[in-house]
């Protein structure tokens, strides 16, 4: 990623996203990670098999943006 979009590595960095080449919902799914990491999604067989929260479209992308989830 950092060959192909430097720009973007570097804002992701800056604001402390991570991301990792394996399903979020696989590893919250996991015994054990549920009690560390919570994430969001818009999928609802996502949310129905982990403890992610169901956000729209819309609500995802201000996560993104701001890093703040709506209460």
Same mark, same amino acid.
């Given at each position: 990623m950092l060959d192909e979009h #430097? %720009?973007?590595?570097?804002d992701?960095?800056? &604001?402390?996203a991570r991301y990792t080449n394996i399903c979020? #919902?696989?590893i919250l799914g996991l015994k054990g990670w549920r009690d560390i990491e919570r994430g969001v999604t818009n999928s609802n067989k996502a949310?129905?098999?982990?403890?992610?929260r169901l956000f729209s479209d819309d609500e995802l %992308?201000? &996560?993104?943006v701001t890093g703040k989830i709506p209460a």
């Open positions: #430097p %720009v973007l590595f570097r992701m960095h800056v &604001i402390g979020a #919902p696989c949310r129905f098999y982990t403890n992610m %992308v201000q &996560i993104a």
